[in-house]
């Protein structure tokens, strides 16, 4: 009922309905107007004939009974006065003598025959010898004078109603109105029509803007009336064009990344939530792949702002590429295909609505690793990337876009924990190492803050005469309720959460500032302090090596700068870069852990290095493991053909003392010569007395 009620209440407010009743209004009240007219008109038309007629029924009755009056005949007169009331048109008729005596009538009340008539009218008919005519409502009442042989002999009186010779008024107007009522029932509906089609232009502006306010913007409005509503028309269908733009625009800010064109976060965000709500109710799998440029920064660095905005949007383009070879080829698109994103920065995403297995997954991944790795041509320039894939699976690994990015993303870093250019799925223990490490970094950014590191200082000597001859700068945390962590336990987290870098540089300078003191204590110690990749990596890295000596007093001989293998072939050229101007002051850099990264010996040989640290794995396999000894007298063999100088890490027995000796090694480091120890402890191990020559 209430749908039939709004409907009706639609078209009762609707415009064609008022212009009709305002129509008809109008047309009902000209009607009315002209009935008016037409009546009065009518009216005076009827009585001015009434009053005709009357006249001629008086002056036939006067004529009829002219002779009866005279000789005052009343049996005659009284057929003659009956015979005119019988007629239609006469209501009643009297006649009366000069003296105004009733000699016959048809008997009104007011006159009996022989009474004298009172009636004015007859007085003033005979009185001024004419026809005197008076209307009384519907009734005309007409007194004429009778006259024989042209002497006045007495009067009649006609009563003539008005009806009897004209309609009367109220049949004029029922036929008027019922006119009128024709009129209206044929055009009104012939008025609505019109109207109705005059009106078509304005429906579909407002259906227009109806669909407008409901974002139904690219619609255009063809008014060709050649009036206003064109008018009108061509400026709603303006409007449209430029909100339909801006609103594209305003869509396309907020959805899709303008580097690479792809789907920005917040539509990956929205899209994973639909996506995985239907992977639940469906009860099937989906995947979210996380992924990470390896090196991205560096290159981006070196590569300026614009370049890196195009290595982006290469990568984007490669792994649209990938996704979409991978739909065409096996992947399920029952619920859509597959769908990239930039999250920001070096972060990319890929959503796979579906999965037949979890392997998919694993395999879209290596491809689209693969993809990454191929060179990319930068403005002349090879650039190579890597990638670091983190999946997670929907509904298993989580159900809501939060906690599965959160989720993907923790695989991811575990990924490029291991090297990168892999992929690694989420498993629930990641979030339990995540939080540790959490806990972890913000202990640790406290221990920067109040001062909790410490340096350490494990003595070097001379293979030959096992005279103290240097010290590794070694740092420790001394943690207030764990008590001292070795570097196994924060230097990773360090890494990960950009500390190393402060770490490090605070290491530096405290390592130059006590071998500073100790020298000033007359015991020349060289001291070689770790540098971490991040640190070496920095374009402020010579500028904070010259300031820690500078500040220290320490001269640039006695530092030595250690940098793992890995460290130093990230990047050969800019490492010779970054290095030569601090050993042209005389400062000297050592390879740690020589011997365990894959690059190969002889590259490694053509690098400006002064030292090499073979690694403790080889010094303690030595004795047992012959490939041990052979990478550690090969290492030996090529540093005495280089006049490089090499130190045996990890020296724990006499035995394998004896055995480095033999193989000419220049110094020893280990556990059978002295732990790493506090300055202090170092300070007596370099007195002459002290237990320095072991061996
Ligand atoms: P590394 O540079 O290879 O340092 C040598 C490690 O071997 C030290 O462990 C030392 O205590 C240990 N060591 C020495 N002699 C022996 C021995 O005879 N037997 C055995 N089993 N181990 C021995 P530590 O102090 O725990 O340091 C571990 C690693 O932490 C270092 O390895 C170095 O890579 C890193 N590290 C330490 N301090 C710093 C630092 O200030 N900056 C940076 N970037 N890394 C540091
Ligand atoms: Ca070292
Ligand atoms: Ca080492």
């Known amino acids: 009922m209430a749908p039939i009620r709004h409907a009706f209440a639609r078209v009762m407010r609707s415009l064609v309905m008022k212009f009709t009743l305002l129509c008809g209004i109008i047309l009902v009240a000209a009607t009315a107007v002209l009935m008016g007219i037409e009546f009065q008109l009518k009216r005076a038309d009827n009585s001015a004939a009434a009053l ?161 306010s409901s974002r139904k913007l690219d619609l255009r409005i063809d008014v060709q009336t050649g009036d206003e509503l064109e008018v009108l028309a061509n400026a709603f269908n303006r409007m449209f064009a430029r909100l339909d733009a801006s609103v594209k625009r305003v869509h396309r800010l907020a959805y899709v990344d303008m580097i690479t064109e792809l789907p920005n976060r917040e539509r990956f965000r929205k899209e994973l939530e639909q996506v995985a709500r239907d992977a639940a109710e469906h009860n099937c799998e989906g995947a979210l792949l996380f992924l990470d440029l390896d090196r991205f920064k560096r290159v981006n660095d070196s590569l300026g702002i614009g370049e890196g905005d195009r290595l982006l949007e290469a990568v984007g383009r490669r792994l649209r590429e990938a996704a979409r070879a991978w739909d065409l080829a096996n992947g399920d698109t029952s619920a859509g295909p597959s769908m990239v994103a930039r999250l920001g920065g070096d972060e990319f995403t890929i959503l796979m609505p579906r999965l037949r297995d979890a392997s998919d997954a694993a395999r879209l991944a290596r491809r689209v690793i693969d993809a990454v790795r191929r060179p990319f041509e930068i403005s002349g320039h090879q650039v190579f990337l890597g990638l670091s894939v983190g999946a997670a699976v929907f509904p298993r690994d989580g159900a809501d876009p939060e906690t599965l990015l959160r989720h993907a993303d923790l695989a991811m870093a575990a990924a490029k924990r291991d090297g990168g250019n892999a992929c690694q799925f989420f498993e629930s223990s990641m979030n339990q190492s995540a939080f540790e490490r959490l806990v972890l970094e913000n202990e640790l950014r406290e221990a920067v803050r109040e001062d909790q590191l410490v340096v350490f200082y494990q003595p070097k000597v001379g293979m030959v005469d096992g005279a103290l001859s240097g010290a590794e700068a070694l740092v420790r945390w001394q943690h ?216």
């Open 52 to 212: 005709r007629h009357a006249e001629l029924i008086t002056e036939l009755f006067a004529s009829n009974s002219s002779a009866y009056v005279r000789v005052r005949n009343d049996a005659r007169l009284a057929s003659v006065v009956d015979q005119f009331a019988a007629r239609d048109d006469v209501t009643a008729v009297y006649a009366a003598d000069v003296n105004r005596r009733v000699l016959a009538t048809t008997g009104p009340a007011d006159v009996a025959v022989g009474d004298r008539a009172a009636d004015h009218l007859v007085q003033s008919a005979l009185g001024a010898v004419d026809t005197r005519i008076e209307t009384i409502g519907e009734i005309i009442r007409v007194a004429e004078p009778v006259f024989h042989e042209g002497r006045l002999v007495g009067a009649v009186v006609a009563t003539v109603p008005l009806s009897a010779v004209a309609e009367p008024a109220s049949a004029i107007m029922t036929r008027q109105f019922l006119m009128a009522l024709g009129a209206l029932v044929v055009f009104l509906p012939l008025v609505a029509f019109l109207i109705a089609k005059a009106l078509a232009p304005v429906r579909s502006l407002t259906e227009a803007a109806r669909l407008a």
């Open 480 to 695: 207030p309720t764990a008590g001292l962590l070795s570097p196994g336990a924060f230097i990773q987290a360090a890494e990960e959460c950009g500390l190393i870098g402060e770490i490090g540089d605070w290491v530096l300078r405290r390592a130059c500032k006590e071998a500073a003191g100790l020298m000033l204590k007359g015991h020349s110690v060289p001291v070689a302090v770790n540098v971490s990749a991040m640190q070496f990596e920095s374009e402020t890295f010579a500028d904070t090596v010259l300031d820690a000596l500078q500040e220290s007093g320490l001269p640039p001989e006695m530092l030595e700068l250690e940098l793992t293998e890995s460290t130093a072939m990230r990047d050969p050229e800019r490492v010779i870069k970054q290095i030569e101007p601090l050993r042209e002051m005389g400062v000297t850099f050592a390879i740690d852990d020589f011997g365990t990264g894959h690059s190969s010996l002889s590259y490694l040989t053509r690098m400006p290095f002064d030292v090499f640290k073979i690694d403790q794995t080889f010094v303690r396999d030595m004795s047992n493991d012959d490939h041990a000894r052979v990478v550690v007298e090969t290492i030996l063999a090529l540093a005495k053909s280089l006049k490089l100088k090499t130190v045996a890490e990890g020296v724990e027995t006499a035995e394998q003392y004896a055995q480095l000796r033999g193989l000419g090694a220049t110094l020893a480091q280990g556990y059978l010569f002295g732990r790493p120890m506090p300055m202090d402890e170092l300070e007596r191990f370099a007195e002459p007395e002290s237990g320095s020559s072991v061996g």
